[in-house]
């Protein structure tokens, strides 16, 4: 019984931790947002949108559900940390400079002017840093040291915070008040890495190319659950950017962006609550599951209460103060996203919800059940917005959003409880 307060407050210190980081890059995003909305207008703002939502589609594939299955296997076998750690570190960098590479062809295919090509094709860099940082949490989530990971997110956001408030005094062209980023980024990854090394870690950066396998085909089916479920949640705002619209609405595509992305990004900042959450809990939820069912069955009811809770209070909270939202962040020409925020905010317990429950169905080891599921979401909103879209816009584009999860959340329910049974009949 002793224990168990500790534990609490290990995974209440480190989601804290990784809240206040998120806190601090959630009050730059904001004030770049405003900076970006009101000085460059809604037009700019769109192809700004674009170039953060591109990298922001790919995080997932370059991820991969790598940190996962790292994460569970050091929380059975620490002794392991260099050779995990070495080995992903490598085989991520290797495969996100391919992605970028790749990516930069595609954009051709696009409808895209070529001053926007070259913004997300520097944007990309974005999918590179993002893994870097990835991989030194690696380190962090299985030690319950956030408050690391947190220090160097901070310092990265610093930089950011320095560099947007430069590029915009000097008007410079959104592209390179966005490239901020990317800049941002590497410096999160080398502090990450001086407090890997301080946790005891060498830096070798040598690949054990069986582990490599190993890591691969086991991540297979949450990497696939990963990439369907970004699709599900990025995919609208690029399909906003070049399907046709209704004539009716007055807007054009990037300005639809532009509307839509404004509040959705309200929006994903809120879902990190429940993301910060499960990256502190998963290792305590793997320990407690070897400890037995009761035990399980009882923190996966805590977490659970937590969440629920969470999600109706923000909801309640963004649904009330969405016209005030709106108006600082982007002012009159932004009204139409008040009502795409008060959407999305009615959705976001289920949000929440979904987070531990996927998780738990990787601490069964379960994890091959997940990209069926995620899979079927995927489809359901990819079809539904070609259909609906240009009927109806980004006010389609948000009912799908809540939809497809709620779909999401049906199957991952039935599929907890049928585990469940199984493994403990």
Sequence with gaps: MAKEPSTKRKVASNTFYQLAGKGVSMSITVLATMIVAKMYGRE??????????????????????????????????????????????????????????????????????????????????????????????????????????????????????????????????????????????????????????????????????????????????????????????????????????????????????????????????????????MNAAFPVLVKHMERGQKKLKKTLRAILEYMVVGGVGSGILVYNFAPRIVEILGGSEFNESISVLRILSLGFVLFYITSPLSWLIVAFEKQSELPKIYAASALFNLVSNLIFIPIYSFYAATVITLLSELLGLILLIYSVMKMWRMRYA
Excluded: H
């Excluded at 990971?149 to 390179?176: A, P, Q």
């Design 44 to 277: 700019d703002y769109g192809n700004f949108s674009l170039m953060q939502s591109w990298p922001a589609f790919f995080f997932i594939i370059a991820d991969f559900g790598i940190n996962a299955i790292s994460v569970r296997e050091l929380a059975k076998d620490w002794s392991k940390v260099d050779k995990y750690f070495n080995s992903v570190l490598v085989l991520r960098t290797v495969f996100s400079i391919f992605l970028v590479i790749l990516l930069s062809g595609v954009l051709l295919l696009f409808p895209y002017s070529s001053d926007l090509i070259f913004g997300i094709r520097l944007s990309l860099l974005l999918i590179l840093t993002q893994s870097l940082y990835s991989t030194t949490n690696i380190v962090f989530q299985s030690q319950m040291r956030y408050d690391y990971s947190t220090v160097g997110y901070i310092s990265g956001y610093v930089v950011i915070l320095l560099l947007i408030l430069i590029t915009s005094f000097l008007d410079v062209d959104i592209v390179w008040f966005n490239f901020s980023y990317v800049v941002g980024g590497l410096c999160t990854f080398l502090v990450n890495m001086r407090y890997v090394k301080k946790l005891g870690i060498r830096v070798t950066y040598k690949i054990d190319k069986r582990l490599c396998k190993s890591i691969i085909l086991q991540s297979l089916p949450l990497g696939l659950m990963f990439i369907f479920s970004q699709m599900s949640f990025k995919e609208d705002a690029i399909m906003l950017s070049f399907l046709r619209l209704p004539a009716s609405y007055g807007l054009n595509n990037t300005e639809s962006v532009a509307v839509y992305s404004l509040p959705y990004k309200v929006f994903e900042v809120t879902l990190v609550v429940p993301t910060f959450f």
